[in-house]
């Protein structure tokens, strides 16, 4: 079992930066690790996802150009650098492990990823962007 804990979250006003990140507990490196938010009146949706070893990565075309993930497979982190941010971005964000097989094909994670689909959820953290 493997906990995922996210922290960074706050509020800004549109325009600024916010930088979230998620500590696991335990070694998640096989796997790509994705974040997704929850918007007021929402479904959850997937914001971005990342590969093993953190040299691909994917974005919704919302955050597309603002939004940069990263991980640090060495310390088992996930980060997400938020900039240019717009009211549009408050939500809850979550951090997760995506379901697939260890040190799988990316078209395999995003497809995952574009479902939902994951082992370990965050507990979340809240981004608020004021106008």
């Known amino acids: 079992q493997v906990q995922l804990v996210e922290s960074g979250g706050g509020s800004v006003q549109a325009g600024g930066s916010l930088r979230l990140s998620c500590a696991a507990s335990?070694?998640?490196?096989?796997?790509?690790m994705g974040w997704f938010r929850q918007r007021p009146g929402k479904e959850r949706e997937g914001v971005a996802v990342?590969?093993?070893?953190?040299?691909?990565?994917g974005y919704a075309d919302s955050v597309k150009g603002r939004f940069t993930i990263s991980r640090d497979s060495t310390k088992n982190t996930l980060s997400l650098q938020m900039d240019s941010l717009k009211p549009e971005d408050t939500a809850q964000y979550y951090c997760?492990?995506?379901?697939?097989?260890?040190?799988?094909?990316?078209?395999?994670?995003?497809?995952?990823?574009?479902?939902?689909?994951?082992?370990?959820w965050g507990q979340g953290t809240p981004v608020t962007v004021s106008s």
């Open positions: 335990g070694s998640d490196s096989w796997y790509c």
């Open positions: 990342i590969s093993p070893g953190g040299g691909s990565s």
């Open positions: 997760a492990t995506v379901r697939s097989s260890p040190f799988p094909p990316f078209a395999n994670c995003s497809a995952a990823f574009r479902r939902g689909d994951a082992y370990y």
